[in-house]
C-alpha cells in the first residue's frame, strides 16, 4: 500500500491542510497519507477537510513531548498526528468534487 | 451608533452630567434621566423597572448574572452548565471555578449540532446532577447566527428547579426580546446604542445574591456606577430599533441570504449555521484553502469590514470555539455583521459589491497559496 508521510509541524493553518490536499491530489486512491502538525487548528480543520471532501480519516493521535534530550523536545513539543487515506478521485478531469465538498447542511 | 441615539447621547451629557445620588437640582435631574432608561428598558423587556440593572457592559453583566445564581445557591452546590458555544465570559469562568476548585465536573459545556444549536437531551441530563446551581444558554449565537431553543431550555431546567441564565447579547434589538429566561443579560452595541452599557435582568422570583460587599448601586447589582447620558443614550437606541425591527429584521434577512447563497456557489465553501431558524443580521462562512486573516486583509483593501473565527485572526492563535464545537472548518472564516439601515443607508449596494468582489478575493489569496488547483 502507498504511504506519504506530510511534516507539517511548525506550519500555520490553512498551511497543514494545503500540504495535505497537495499530497492526496497526487495520490492514487487508497494511498494513507501521515500528517504530523503543531498547528492548534488542524486539529479541527483536518477532520473538517477529510468531511468536505470524502477522505477517510482513519486516526488522530496526540503525540506528547519527546521525552528524553531537551534538543528534540525543543524542536518538536507536542504535535497531533493524523492518518488519512485517500478517496477515488472522482470526474477529477470534469474538476468536479466542489458539490460534494460542499455541506448540503449548511446550506 | 443610530443617529438618534447619538443625539441623545450628547444632549444628556449636558442635562445628565451630575451624580444621580446627589440631592441638589442637577442631581435629581440626572436620577429622574436615569429612572427613564429604565423604564424604557423594561417595559421593552418585559420585566419591572427595578428588575433591570445597568453594568459597564453586556459581559460584564453576563459574569454578574453567572456569579450572583451561583453564589445564591451556594448551599446546594457550586457546580455550573453552559452550551459549548456561550460566550467566552461564561466559558473562561465555569472553567476558571472548575479548575480552582481542582474538580472539572464542576463545570459541564454540552455540546451543540452541526449548525450549532444545543442539545437538548444533553442539556436536560447535565442540569439533572446533583448540585448544579444555573444552566447558561444563549438567545442565539452571535457568530454564526443560530436560535436555541430557549423555550424548551427553559422548561427541562425549570422541571429540576434549575435557574435559567440567557445571554442575549447577540439577539437584543434584532428578535423578539426573549420570553424565558430567570436572568438576561444584554448589550446597548446590539441594538445601535453606544458601547459602555450592559443591561443585566434579574426578576424579582430569582434568587439572586451578588457575592461581595453590599452595593448601594444599581439596586445592589453592580459597585460601578453607570454613566447616565449612556444609559439615557441606550434607551433612545432601544426605542428606535423597537419601532423599526420587523422591517430591519426582514431586509436583513434577505441581504444575508442573498449573501449566504453567493458564498455557497464559491468553490470549497461550508455556509455555517441553521439556514432558517437564524438571527437575521449575521452570517459566517469557512473555505478551504484560505488564509483568514489573508482574505480578511484583501477583503479590507477593497473596502469591506469583515470578522473572523480564524485562528490566525485571534490574538490567542486557537481557531472559534464556536466553530470548533460544531465541527465546522475554522480556516479561511469570513464574519458579516450587517448594520442596521439608520446607520448603513447604502447597505444593498454595498452588499452587491461585496458579492461581486469576493470571488475574486478569495481566488487571489488561494492563488497566494499555491491553492488554486486543490
Known amino acids: 500500500m502507498n504511504r506519504i508521510e506530510v511534516d507539517a509541524r511548525g506550519l500555520r493553518c490553512p498551511l497543514p491542510v494545503i500540504r495535505l490536499a497537495a499530497a492526496a491530489r497526487d495520490a492514487p486512491a487508497g494511498t494513507l497519507i501521515t500528517v504530523l502538525t503543531s498547528d492548534p487548528a488542524a486539529r479541527h480543520d483536518v477532520p473538517a477537510w477529510c468531511r468536505m471532501r470524502d477522505h477517510e480519516l482513519r486516526e488522530m493521535t496526540e503525540v506528547p513531548d519527546a521525552s528524553g534530550t531537551d534538543a528534540a523536545s525543543a524542536a518538536h513539543p507536542a504535535y497531533l498526528r493524523f492518518v488519512v487515506v485517500v478517496r477515488p478521485h472522482p470526474s477529477k478531469a470534469a474538476g468536479g468534487g466542489s458539490n460534494s465538498a460542499r455541506s448540503s447542511r449548511a446550506m | 451608533m443610530l443617529p438618534p441615539a447619538r443625539a441623545t447621547l450628547m444632549a444628556a451629557l449636558d442635562a445628565g452630567w451630575a451624580d444621580p445620588r446627589r440631592l441638589y437640582a442637577e442631581g435629581r435631574r440626572a436620577r429622574a434621566l436615569l429612572d427613564q432608561a429604565r423604564e424604557e428598558l423594561a417595559g421593552g423587556l418585559g420585566v419591572r423597572p427595578p428588575e433591570v440593572s445597568f453594568l459597564p457592559a453586556g459581559p460584564a453583566a453576563l ?35 472548575a479548575a480552582q476548585a481542582e474538580e472539572p465536573s464542576l463545570f459541564a459545556e454540552v455540546p451543540v449540532d452541526r449548525v450549532g444549536r444545543v442539545d437538548l437531551s444533553a442539556l436536560e441530563q447535565a442540569v439533572a446532577v446533583p448540585g448544579t446551581v444555573l444552566a447558561a444558554v444563549q438567545s442565539a449565537n452571535g457568530e454564526v447566527g443560530t436560535r436555541q431553543p430557549l423555550g424548551q431550555a427553559y422548561e427541562l431546567c425549570r422541571a429540576r428547579g434549575i435557574p435559567l441564565l440567557v445571554d442575549a447579547m447577540a439577539s437584543l434589538g434584532h428578535d423578539a426580546p426573549p420570553a424565558h429566561f430567570d436572568v438576561l443579560a444584554g448589550d446597548a452595541r446590539s441594538w445601535g446604542g453606544p458601547a459602555g452599557l450592559g443591561v443585566l435582568v434579574v426578576p424579582e422570583r430569582t434568587r439572586w445574591r451578588r457575592p461581595g460587599p453590599v452595593s448601594e448601586l444599581e439596586l445592589g447589582r453592580t459597585d460601578v456606577e453607570p454613566v447616565v447620558a449612556i444609559a439615557l443614550a441606550a434607551a433612545e437606541a432601544w426605542r428606535q430599533s423597537q419601532a423599526t425591527r420587523v422591517d430591519e429584521a426582514a431586509r436583513s434577512s434577505a441581504i444575508v441570504r442573498r449573501l449566504r447563497a453567493a458564498a455557497g456557489h464559491l468553490r470549497d465553501v461550508e455556509v455555517v449555521g441553521d439556514a432558517d431558524d437564524r438571527l437575521p443580521h449575521v452570517l459566517t462562512f469557512s473555505l478551504l484553502y484560505v488564509d483568514g486573516e489573508a482574505l480578511l486583509t484583501e477583503l479590507d483593501r477593497r473596502g469591506f469590514a469583515v470578522a473572523s473565527g480564524s485562528a490566525c485572526t485571534s490574538s490567542t492563535l486557537e481557531p472559534s470555539h464556536v466553530l470548533t464545537a460544531m465541527g465546522m472548518l475554522t480556516h479561511g472564516n469570513v464574519r458579516i ?15 452587491d459589491r461585496f458579492i461581486a468582489e469576493l470571488p475574486a478575493a478569495v481566488a487571489a489569496v488561494r492563488a497566494r497559496l499555491g491553492a488554486s488547483d486543490l
Not at chain 2, 453552559?82 to 461564561?90: D, G, Q, Y
Not at chain 2, 455583521?337 to 452588499?351: F, G, N, R, V
Open chain 2, 337 to 351: 455583521t450587517l448594520p442596521l439601515s439608520m446607520i448603513a443607508p447604502t447597505l444593498e449596494d454595498d452588499i
Open chain 2, 63 to 97: 459574569r454578574a448574572g453567572l456569579d450572583g445564581l451561583r453564589y445564591a445557591g451556594r448551599r446546594r452546590g457550586a457546580r455550573m452548565v453552559a452550551t459549548a458555544v456561550e460566550h467566552s465570559a461564561i466559558l473562561t469562568t465555569g472553567r476558571y471555578h
